[in-house]
C-alpha cells in the first residue's frame, strides 16, 4: 500500500528535500506552505514520480489547518507521517531589544503551528492505530546562546510536546520523533535576517553546513525501522559545529 506524508513547510529547505526523498521512495505526498508558486513548481517536479496533493497553508490559522486537513482529497486523507516542518527564527537581538512582534510570529509558527497541525491529523491516525509525526525541533531548543531567546525557547517547546506525545500514545503504535538539526544551509538565515542576504550568508562562511538532503536522510530512516522501534529524538550537527563553553563575564 502507498504510504501518506503531509509536511508543512514544503516549499523550501529541509521540507522540498523531505519531498524528494520521500517520493523517490514512491511516497503520496501533501505539501503544504504559504508560497503557492513554490509549492506548484515542487508538485510539477515530483509528478512523475508519486501522487501530490498542494496545498496553501498557513499554519499560524488553526481553523484553516483544521478544514484543510479534514478536507483531504479521499486518495490522501489517511496520512501516515506528518512532518511538522514549518517554522523559522526572527531576529538575533538580546531580549531587551528584540521585537515582541517577531516573538509572536515564532511562537504562532513554531508552537501554535505545531499543535494545530498535531492535533488536526493525529485522531486519524490513533483511530487506523498506524502513523507517525516527525517534529522538526532544533540544537537551539536545548542549548540556549545569545539572541536565541524566543526562538530556542519554541524549540523546546517541539522537544517536550514530542517526549510528551510518547506519553499520550503510549498503548498505540503511532511514534513520535523530534529532530534537532544544528546549522543547516536553507532560507533560514535569509528569512531570520529579514532578506540581508550577505549577512544571511556570513552565517555558513568558512563552513560545511549541515544541507537539508541531510535532514530529510533521517527522516527517511526514523520512518523507515521497524515498527516496534520509535526513535525518540536525533540531535544533528555539521562537523565544524560544537558547543561553546559556559560564558562568564567579568568586570
Ligand atoms: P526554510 O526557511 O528554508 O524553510 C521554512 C519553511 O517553513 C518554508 O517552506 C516556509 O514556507 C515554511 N513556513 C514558514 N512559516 C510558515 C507558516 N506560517 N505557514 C506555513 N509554512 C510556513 O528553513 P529550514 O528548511 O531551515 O527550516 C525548516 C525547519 O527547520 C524550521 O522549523 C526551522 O526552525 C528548523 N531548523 C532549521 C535549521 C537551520 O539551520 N536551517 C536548524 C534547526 C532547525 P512559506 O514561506 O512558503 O510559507
Ligand atoms: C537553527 C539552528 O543554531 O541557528 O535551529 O539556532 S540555530
Known amino acids: 500500500m502507498e504510504k501518506c506524508a503531509l509536511i508543512t513547510g514544503a516549499s523550501s529547505g529541509f521540507g522540498a528535500a523531505c ?16 508560497r503557492e ?30 478544514a484543510a486537513c479534514a ?11 506528518l512532518v511538522n516542518n514549518a517554522g523559522l527564527a526572527l531576529g538575533l537581538e538580546p531580549a531587551h531589544q528584540a521585537s515582541l512582534e517577531d516573538w509572536e510570529t515564532m511562537v504562532d509558527t513554531n508552537v501554535k503551528g505545531v499543535m494545530y497541525c498535531t492535533r488536526a491529523i493525529l485522531p486519524g491516525m490513533v483511530a487506523r492505530n498506524r502513523g507517525h509525526v516527525v517534529n522538526i525541533g532544533s540544537v537551539a531548543g536545548s542549548w540556549p546562546y545569545p539572541g536565541g531567546n524566543v526562538y530556542g525557547a ?11 506525545l510518547r506519553a499520550d500514545l503510549l ?5 513520535v520523533t523530534n529532530i534537532e538539526p544544528g ?3 536553507t532560507e533560514f538565515s535569509r528569512v531570520r535576517f529579514k532578506g540581508e542576504d550577505e ?27 521497524p515498527a516496534r ?6 540531535e544533528v550537527m555539521c562537523v565544524q559545529q560544537a558547543w561553546g563553553p559556559l560564558a562568564v563575564h567579568r568586570s
Open 171 to 175: 498503548g498505540t503504535a503511532v511514534r
Open 19 to 34: 519531498a524528494r526523498a520521500l517520493a523517490e521512495l514512491g511516497w503520496k505526498l501533501v505539501l503544504t506552505a504559504r
Open 183 to 185: 546549522m543547516a544551509e
Open 229 to 234: 522501534v520509535n526513535i525518540n529524538s536525533v
Open 199 to 225: 549577512k544571511a550568508q556570513r552565517v555558513y562562511t568558512g563552513t560545511e553546513p549541515l544541507r537539508p538532503e541531510d535532514i530529510a536522510d533521517i527522516v527517511v530512516w526514523v520512518a523507515s525501522v
Open 154 to 164: 519554541t524549540k523546546a517547546f517541539v522537544q517536550q510536546f514530542s517526549r510528551n
Open 71 to 81: 478536507g483531504l482529497p479521499p486518495e490522501f486523507a489517511e496520512v501516515d507521517l
Open 37 to 66: 508558486d513554490k509549492l506548484q513548481a515542487l508538485r510539477e517536479e515530483l509528478a512523475g514520480k508519486t501522487k501530490v496533493h498542494a496545498l496553501t497553508l498557513d499554519v499560524r490559522d488553526g481553523n484553516a489547518v483544521a
